[in-house]
């Protein structure tokens, strides 16, 4: 079963930036879908971004503009780039297929505070 590893959270200030990274431990990226997914305290997680195999984007309206996904099929890494980052985006930030198939992750904490 191919296994996914998050890493890049942390605390940052509201406007700050940081870029979560998701590594899978098989060569999937080239035939899949691959999104982010975060769940916030006390929500359902929920799709915020996603890569097509070919190379479209699509975001959901609350992260248009401010992330940017990107992916390395070489490496069998997505990325985040997560920018202006706001208070209400503090989360657990998730990779995983879409739809999602795969055994989820630990995820990466992200956390928008002073």
């Known amino acids: 079963q191919v296994q996914l590893v998050e890493s890049g959270g942390g605390l940052v200030q509201p406007g700050g930036s940081l870029r979560l990274s998701c590594t899978a431990s098989g060569s999937i990226f080239s035939v899949n879908a691959m999104g982010w997914y975060r769940q916030a305290p006390g929500k359902q997680r929920e799709l915020v971004t996603a890569i097509i195999g070919g190379g479209s984007r699509n975001y959901a309206d609350s992260v248009k503009g401010r992330f940017t996904i990107s992916r390395d099929n070489a490496k069998n890494t997505v990325f985040l780039q997560l920018n202006s980052l706001k208070p209400e985006d503090t989360a657990v930030y998730y990779c995983?297929?879409?739809?999602?198939?795969?055994?989820w992750g630990q995820g990466t904490q992200v956390t928008v505070s002073t």
């Open positions: 995983n297929t879409i739809p999602a198939t795969l055994d």
